[in-house]
Each structure stands twice: as C-alpha cells, then as structure tokens.
Nanobody, 114 residues
Framework: QVQLVESGGGLVQPGGSLRLSCAAS????????MDWYRQAPGKQREFVAR???????NYANSVKGRFTIARDNAKNTLFLQMNSLKAEDTAVYYC????????WGQGTQVTVSS
C-alpha cells in the first residue's frame, strides 16, 4: 500500500522548535524528490522545502535559515526540522513525493502560539 504518513506536529510557543517526520511505504523512496508544503487556514497550500534524490535542497524565503529538510533513505523517512518558529508558521504541513507520479500525505497540524 502506497502511503505517506506525517507526524511530529503539535502546539509550540513562538521561538520554539518542532521536528516533523514523513514515513513512506509502498514506494522506492530513494528515487523520489521530496517536498514539504503547508496550508494555513483560509490560504492556499504553499511550498516550504524540497530535497532532491541527490540531496540538493531548497527553501521558501519565509523559512530559509530556520527550517532544515533532510531524508533518510535507509528508513524511508523525510524530516523537517523547524526552529525559531513564528505564529505565521501555523499551518497543516504535508509531505509530497514526486517522481513519475505525485503522492501526498494526510498532513500534520503545527500551531505556534503563546
């Protein structure tokens, strides 16, 4: 069964950190380019970060220097380390796999609030 399952979301205070995970199953994880997207209430889903199969990364300007994307091909898992979180980072975070097809996870809620 092809599946992407995110975890690690929650409530955190401004300035805090969270680490999201996305566990992949049913695919050859290492051949997929992997992304994190997010969708805040009332807004469109937006790109956050990407890691290619060769490890190259890029980030949205809004998270550059605060978020780090990584992958562990041996464990079929994608990560997003989020530091210095701000209220505007509040959103549902989704992982996305892209190769010959596009796959999405179900999302995990991140709420940044005092």
């Amino acid at each position: 069964q092809v599946q992407l399952v995110e975890s690690g979301g929650g409530l955190v205070q401004p300035g805090g950190s969270l680490r999201l995970s996305c566990a992949a199953s049913g695919i050859i994880f290492s051949v997929y380019n992997m992304d994190w997207y997010r969708q805040a209430p009332g807004k469109q889903r937006e790109f956050v970060a990407r890691i290619l199969t060769d490890g190259t990364t890029n980030y949205a300007n809004s998270v550059k220097g605060r978020f780090t994307i990584a992958r562990d091909n041996a464990k079929n898992t994608l990560f997003l380390q989020m530091n210095s979180l701000k209220a505007e980072d509040t959103a549902v975070y989704y992982c996305r796999a892209a190769q010959n097809r596009i796959l999405w996870g179900q999302g995990t809620q991140v709420t940044v609030s005092s």
